[in-house]
Structure formats: C-alpha cells, structure tokens
C-alpha cells in the first residue's frame, strides 16, 4: 500500500544484553556494556540528527525490547506514520535477542504483524530495516514479505557492529541512498577491522566474512523519500 506524503517514525530496538559472542563474562561487566553501549547509540542518534529528520523517535529498550512490544510499537506508529526500522540487539539464526537476553523467534514477532497484514492490508507502513543483529540475512525474507522496501543483514555473526552504525547512521541521515550507505558502514568497518583480522591464506579472516552484509528490497530509499 503505497501512502502520500505521511509523517516518518524512526523505531529502535536497542538491548545489549552485555553479551559478547563466545565469552563469558562477569554479570557486572555484562551491565557496564549493555548500560555503556546503548547510551553510545542514543548519542549518536542525537549527534547525526535523527531528531530532526524524523518526525517521531520511539526507543524501545530494557524491560520493552521485546519482541510482542516491537510488533505492537510497528503496528501502532504505522496507523500514522511511514516508519523505518533499527535492530541494535543480538540475534540468531531466525530470531532477535531482547530483554535480559530473552530469544524472540519469528512467531513472537511476525507473527502478529502477519496477522494485522491479513486481516487489514497496509497495518505495517515499514519502510526499512537496519540491523546489526547477528544472522540478520536469515530474516531478510520475511522482511520483505510484509512489505519493506529494504532490509540488509548480516550473514553470521555480526563482529563489526562499529563502526558501521556510526558510518551508517551518518550517511542515511544526511541523504545518502540506504544501499549506498549500508555499504559504506561496511567497507569502513573492514578497513578498520583489517587492521586486527588479517586475511588468512588469500581468504577473509572468518570474523570479517561472517559479518558480510546482504541487501536485498524492492527499491532503494533516501531518508525523505515516502
């Protein structure tokens, strides 16, 4: 359903947990991650201007990033909005990590927004999704079947999520065309990376290669484009 010159919602999903994959860490230090990581994020929302590109900011974090909850918020903004979509959470191979680490799989979060789409065609008004969650590419095609116009995601687990957001960020809210600046996170995130992972026998390190970006939708947008 295509809508004229609606109002735009930036929704975030924002939940660090303090998980860094493959290592154990004390709950104490998990805390000064998950607190320092997401307060990170809002700041670099404030620094590049998201508030004033977009007319409605919706943070869902701590006890609200969940998976219900981000069905719910998409679904309700949606009635009067053309929202677009930031995964800054975990994931895994068909679902999202939220809140104190809970795994929400496709059912808890598409599962509503498929229902709303059946019984009321144009509910989801989601125009694009970018995410640093691990095996981002594994929901890419679900994305895109409740309507979004673009959507990228990584094929393993995400090692790179900065500077990519920053990269990212930077580029789509001054303009720049979302494939382009999807990447442009990325190929900044392998130069910096490069420098710590080095190529091994002519071949990515697996680090770099697991957080290969794929983007895939109908078109490519620009932030002031509905």
Request: with cysteine; aromatic share 10%.
């Amino acid at each position: 359903m295509k809508h004229a010159a609606r109002p735009l919602a930036l929704v975030v999903l924002l939940e660090n947990v303090g998980h860094i994959h493959g290592i154990r860490l004390p709950p104490w230090i998990m805390a000064a991650i998950d607190f320092v990581t997401e307060e990170y994020a809002k700041a670099l929302l404030h620094l590049y201007g998201a508030y004033g590109r977009y007319d409605l900011v919706r943070i869902l974090e701590d006890e609200w990033a969940t998976g219900p909850y981000l069905a719910d918020t998409l679904l309700q903004v949606s009635k009067t909005h053309r929202v677009d979509l930031l995964l800054l959470v975990h994931g895994y191979e068909g679902g999202l990590v939220g809140y104190r680490g809970r795994r929400y799989g496709t059912d808890a979060i598409f599962g509503p927004l498929q229902a709303a789409c059946r019984t009321t065609p144009g509910a989801l008004d989601l125009r694009m999704v970018y995410g640093l969650n691990c095996y981002g590419a594994s929901l890419i095609p679900t994305w895109l079947d409740l309507g979004v116009q673009v959507v990228n995601g990584a094929v393993g687990v995400n090692w790179m999520p900065e500077p990519s957001l920053s990269t990212f960020l930077r580029a789509w809210l001054n303009g720049v065309p979302y494939s382009r600046a999807v990447e442009q996170s990325y190929q900044v995130a392998v130069r910096w990376w490069r420098r710590i992972w080095r190529p091994r026998h002519g071949q990515e390190h697996p680090f770099i290669a697991s957080s290969r970006q794929v983007i895939a939708g109908r078109q490519d947008v620009r932030i002031h484009e509905v």
